[in-house]
């Protein structure tokens, strides 16, 4: 067998993934790729082993449920047929084994850095060199955006070839903060040391990154979640999605000057962010999802309050909905603006949202399964047009549907389960997996331990990660101006990038 097939949220024994050479492991991936839209890779990345670059590549078939796990060994000096050259999915995967280990992939359509860490193998490779592309032309300019932005966000430089006020070319350069996350993850050795690293993943998606990281290290020390743990996690990741698409919805009414529809979405927010802080103590969700068990038992009376300001919110939402959505000002920015295509989101393996909106149907809840998905029977909310009214309309519809879950949630509320279960010690040379639909799409985690259990690889994938190029091609042939709206509405995280 030419790979190693699992579950979301399973592991497996090192010696059982197969050691292909690189021209089998090219075949394999490809072909699997090539079967359909169903497949995609979910990661690819190095580590050191044995002197040797070992590459894992996961491709996730999502009419099966089934995760194709594959490996070769390389150094860090051959030169390599790039997947990328024949699908432009494993483009940044291929960049980033480059930047990390040097070794060349022939053929890819542009071997450059994505992250500049401290540890990369080339440091005469600097953000300040990037190699931006260029074009020659007396009629096209250049206009150069962050990385140092107006009002708080963090970090990341948009350069934009015009010509006039048309978007002809857009290239996005991240790579700005070196936090080291990944190698934090095994050289720290406490359960809440890295449950919080998780947790800071990125800030908007607390509970979507550590709920992957708990599922991952459930699997590796073979503890399986009880009914709390798995009612706890998706009312969360609801909760989440909620409170983040209607911020959203906020900034998107803002970024065309729709002032009521910023400020009445907005204030819809505060509620149920609110909750979490009730909850938990926390508004964002720290320290509410925890590895092994809850410190902070769900109740009827919480439920009860749950209740009473999703009843509240609702009508509210809807009414306000209703108005941005017949607003003809507001539709004539939103449709047609900023495109992007399905058969783009098939070509850059696009995730989540950006994939919904555009046609593709990707969704963990639904394809790899988890937590509650199943028992809601959930079924994803898919748009076909790509453009900014799509990627509103999606959130729109995905508050109404996290809106139903939650009420058929708090029907069945779980008994509080007071044991408390440490998960430090792990299966020996295992490797894990764990994908995790976050409200911005696919999340991944993967960790492997060595001989005596310890982790030596913790790798993060935030769905940024594929999408940022999906920004890049979505703006082409709009004018300048509508960039902030194109922006907002695929709203993708720097930090979720720059690990």
């Not at 860490?117 to 955006?145: A, C, M, Q």
């Not at 359960?191 to 509970?207: C, H, K, P, Y």
């Not at 609110?274 to 964002?284: I, P, S």
């Not at 519809?397 to 279960?421: D, G, M």
Request: net charge negative; proline share 3%.
């Amino acid at each position: 067998m030419n790979y190693f097939s699992i579950r979301n949220n399973e592991s497996v024994s090192l010696i059982n993934i197969p050691e292909l050479d690189y021209e089998n492991f090219f075949k394999v991936n490809l072909d699997l790729i090539n079967q359909g839209t169903f497949n995609h890779c979910v990661t690819y990345f190095g580590f050191i082993t044995n002197n040797k670059i070992k590459l894992i590549s996961c491709i996730a078939n999502d009419n099966e449920g089934i995760i194709y796990v594959s490996s070769t060994n390389v150094s860090n000096t051959d030169k390599l047929q790039s997947l990328s050259s024949k699908y432009l999915g494993f483009e940044k995967f291929e960049r980033e084994i480059h930047e990390n280990f040097g070794v060349e992939f022939i053929g890819h359509p542009w071997l450059k850095p994505v992250r500049y860490p401290f540890d990369r193998h080339d440091k005469g490779k600097t953000i300040s060199n990037y190699p931006f592309y260029e074009i020659e032309s007396e009629e096209l300019h250049e206009v150069g955006v962050g990385p140092i932005h107006a009002g708080i966000i963090e970090p990341g430089h948009f350069r934009f070839i015009c010509n006039g006020e048309q978007i002809l070319h857009l290239e996005i350069q991240l790579g700005y903060q070196h936090r080291g996350i990944e190698k934090l993850f095994f050289e720290k050795t406490r359960q809440i040391e890295r449950i919080t690293l998780a947790e800071n993943i990125a800030g908007d998606t607390v509970i979507g990154h550590s709920t992957a990281h708990c599922y991952l290290m459930e699997s590796i020390s073979d503890f399986n979640s009880n009914d709390e743990l798995n009612f706890v996690r998706t009312l969360a990741l609801e909760l989440e999605r909620i409170a983040v698409h209607t911020g959203d919805l906020s900034a998107a009414c803002a970024d065309i000057a729709y002032q009521l529809g910023a400020s009445v979405f907005g204030r819809l927010r505060t509620p149920i962010i609110n909750f979490l802080q009730e909850w938990c103590g926390n508004r964002l969700g720290k320290g509410l999802i925890r590895p092994g068990n809850n410190n902070f038992g769900f109740s009827e009376l919480l439920g009860q309050k749950l209740l009473s300001i999703i009843d509240k919110f609702e009508p509210e939402f809807n009414e306000m909905c209703n108005e941005l959505f017949t607003l003809p000002s507001a539709i004539s920015r939103f449709e047609r603006t900023g495109i992007f295509t399905t058969e783009q989101a098939v070509s850059i393996g696009a995730v989540g949202m950006a994939a919904r909106s555009s046609g593709l149907i990707r969704d963990i809840r639904k394809s790899h399964s988890y937590g509650y998905y199943n028992i809601l029977q959930h079924e994803p909310i898919v748009k076909r047009h790509g453009d900014v009214y799509s990627r509103v309309q999606l959130r729109k519809h995905e508050v109404r549907q996290s809106i139903i879950y939650l009420k058929k949630l708090l029907q069945n509320i779980p008994a509080h389960n007071t044991e408390r279960k440490l998960l430090n010690k792990f299966n020996p040379d295992t490797f894990g997996i764990s994908l995790v639909e976050g409200w911005r799409g696919e999340i991944c985690h993967c960790a492997i331990t060595d001989s005596k259990g310890n982790l030596t690889t913790y790798k993060v994938k935030d769905p940024s990660f594929h999408n940022w190029l999906a920004l890049a091609l979505a703006v082409r042939n709009n004018e300048i101006s509508d960039f902030p709206i194109c922006n907002k509405s695929f709203n993708l995280s720097y930090c979720g990038n720059d690990l």
